[in-house]
């Protein structure tokens, strides 16, 4: 059973720090670049940033500086240090694995709320 399971998420003030994690269960996680997407409430899903398997990040601009992700193929797991947060940042957090020729995963989301 493939699952993606999100942690880390909640409350922080304006200027705060969080880490997100992402656990993978049930499919070959070296194997897949790996990414997280957000979305506020009445706007699309973005992609805020991605690792390839071989470790390449990129970001959006509006989290550049201020965000970074990183995997432990030991643990198979995907995180997101999130630090100077803004309330900008506030949305639903999901990972998202992928890997060409294979099937796709999303997790379940986390709940980022970034506020005073």
């Known amino acids: 059973q493939v699952q993606l399971v999100e942690s880390g998420g909640g409350l922080v003030q304006p200027g705060g720090s969080l880490r997100l994690s992402c656990a993978a269960s049930?499919?070959?996680?070296?194997?897949?670049?790996m990414r997280w997407y957000r979305q506020a409430p009445g706007k699309e899903r973005e992609r805020v940033a991605a690792?390839?398997?071989?470790?390449?990040?990129t970001y959006i601009d509006s989290v550049k500086g201020r965000f970074t992700i990183s995997r432990d193929n030991a643990k198979n797991t995907v995180y997101l240090q999130m630090n100077d947060l803004r309330p900008v940042d506030t949305a639903v957090y999901f990972c998202?694995?992928?890997?060409?020729?294979?099937?796709?995963?999303w997790g379940q989301g986390t709940q980022v709320t970034v506020s005073s």
């Open positions: 998202y694995a992928r890997a060409l020729g294979l099937n796709d995963y």
């Open positions: 690792i390839s398997t071989g470790g390449t990040q």
């Open positions: 049930g499919f070959s996680f070296s194997r897949y670049g």
